[in-house]
């Protein structure tokens, strides 16, 4: 899959055919899922909106590939792709929802009670280095939320480090636990390569690691909550840095690092379970950019109510042309 925006730089994953296909005008919506970030930075990779719902919004059930380990089972949601924040909106109504085949799927209400407008602007969360133009796009959103009526407070996030943790640790052991000799017998020496600087970097995964980080899990769903009750919005970086070069994570372990960090909020926010809308800003030079919105679980009206203020003052994502950035 190529970059409609740019093809030197990656689509993003694994929805990167959701997010191209919309950027380049194939379709209105898209159909993305996301345990690390998989709607959200094909989005902003490809310069459109993707909202991660909370867990238990959309029902999810394949028929044909069995149940998930845990990890898979609280952490992976399905939700929409697409260059308009009234078609995310349009498309979370379609697609959430309650089922039988699924029993995490929660029958919560698409809006909630009123909330003060008020924001916190995480610059750069726990310590990540971000780009002094994605700091741009979060300070022209954080300003068009101002005008809007939203008081905005420059403050820390509760813990996402440990949260990207948690997500490595219950990812890798159901990936070391369910792929036995898979990878090695498939033979694809790049997937290889990334597989085992994820194994390196989580480390040795045994069952007193995945317990406790279950238990922690429920302690930072509750700090993240309770900040949530002061913050209703969160605005942060989608990324560190704007949209990578293709295959920038596999050209050495220090690439791939350099990646990994810069993809701290993808990974963390996942593990809490709460909407993340990304929202495109418009081109930076020849690159995509974009904001990330959040705010508590099952208050996707609040992220979109938002996006629609950011989208008003940045402007709605045009399709792609072939052969112009």
């Avoid at 924040?85 to 085949?101: C, K, N």
């Avoid at 971000?130 to 420059?154: H, N």
């Avoid at 996942?270 to 995509?288: E, I």
């Amino acid at each position: 899959t190529l970059n409609p925006r740019n093809p030197e730089l990656t689509p993003g994953g694994s929805s990167g055919g959701a997010g191209a296909a919309v950027a380049a005008g194939l379709c209105a919506i898209g159909h993305g899922t996301d345990i690390a970030g998989s709607i959200r930075y094909p989005a902003y990779a490809c310069g459109v909106h993707g909202l991660r719902p909370s867990f238990g919004r959309v029902p999810t059930f394949n028929a044909t590939g069995g149940d998930r380990f845990i990890g898979g089972q609280v952490m992976a949601v399905s939700g929409p792709l697409a260059r308009s924040i009234e078609d995310i909106d349009l498309a979370l109504h379609a697609m959430s929802g309650t089922s039988p085949h699924d029993p995490w799927s929660v029958p919560a209400p698409l809006a909630g009670d009123p909330v003060v407008p008020r924001a916190a602007l995480c610059l750069a969360p726990e310590g990540l280095a971000v780009a002094t133009q994605v700091q741009d796009a979060l300070l022209g959103a954080a300003r068009a939320l101002q005008d809007a009526g939203w008081q905005i407070d420059e403050v820390p996030c509760p813990p996402l480090r440990e949260a990207a943790d948690i997500n490595t640790i219950l990812w890798m052991a159901e990936t070391v636990f369910a792929a036995g000799t898979a990878m090695a017998d498939e033979g694809d020496a790049e997937a290889q390569f990334v597989y085992d600087q994820m194994c390196r970097d989580v480390g040795p995964i045994d069952l007193e690691r995945v317990m406790h980080a279950l238990k922690r899990r429920s302690a930072l769903i509750r700090a993240w909550e309770q900040f949530f009750a002061q913050y209703p919005l969160m605005i942060c970086p989608m990324s560190g840095e704007l949209p990578f070069e293709q295959h920038l994570d596999i050209r050495s372990e220090a690439a791939f690092q350099r990646v990994y960090e810069a993809q701290l909020t993808q990974r963390a926010l996942p593990v809490m379970g709460m909407p993340a809308l990304s929202v495109a800003t418009g081109m930076a030079g020849t690159h995509p950019n974009g904001v990330q919105l959040v705010a508590g679980r099952f208050r996707e009206d609040i992220v979109l109510r938002a996006g629609k203020v950011v989208e008003a003052a940045f402007g709605a994502p045009s399709i792609a042309e072939p052969g112009q950035r």
